[in-house]
Nanobody, 123 residues
Framework: QVQLVESGGGLVQPGGSLRLSCEIS????????IGWFRQAPGKEREVVLC????????SYTDSVRGRFSISRDGARSTAYLQMNSLKPEDTAVYYC????????????????WGQGTQVTVSS
């Protein structure tokens, strides 16, 4: 059974940091790209960052460049989203997803999804 489980979300003050984790089971995660998406209230889901099966990362959202980074630990089948200098506009439900070996910005190309974790940035 394929499972992606996000954790690490919560309430943080502006300027703070969080690290989200995505634990993956049920398939060989080394063959898949892992994407982090987010969806804010009233907005469409957007891709934030992706890391390919070869470990190459791609950023799709200008607003997080220099603040967010993505990594993966193959031995633990876990992907991470490190978020620094958080802003109120980063508030959203964050999802991890697994898809083809290479990264794409289209959510439809990711076949496996986690349930999401809430990140709230507020003072």
């Amino acid at each position: 059974q394929v499972q992606l489980v996000e954790s690490g979300g919560g309430l943080v003050q502006p300027g703070g940091s969080l690290r989200l984790s995505c634990e993956i089971s049920g398939f060989n995660v080394g063959n898949y790209a892992i994407g982090w998406f987010r969806q804010a209230p009233g907005k469409e889901r957007e891709v934030v960052l992706c890391i390919s099966s070869r470990g190459a990362s791609t950023s799709y959202t200008d607003s997080v460049r220099g603040r967010f980074s993505i990594s993966r630990d193959g031995a633990r089948s876990t992907a991470y989203l490190q978020m620094n200098s958080l802003k109120p506009e980063d508030t959203a439900v964050y999802y991890c997803a697994a898809g083809r070996p290479e990264c794409y910005s289209t959510s439809a190309l990711y076949g496996y999804w986690g349930q999401g974790t809430q990140v709230t940035v507020s003072s």
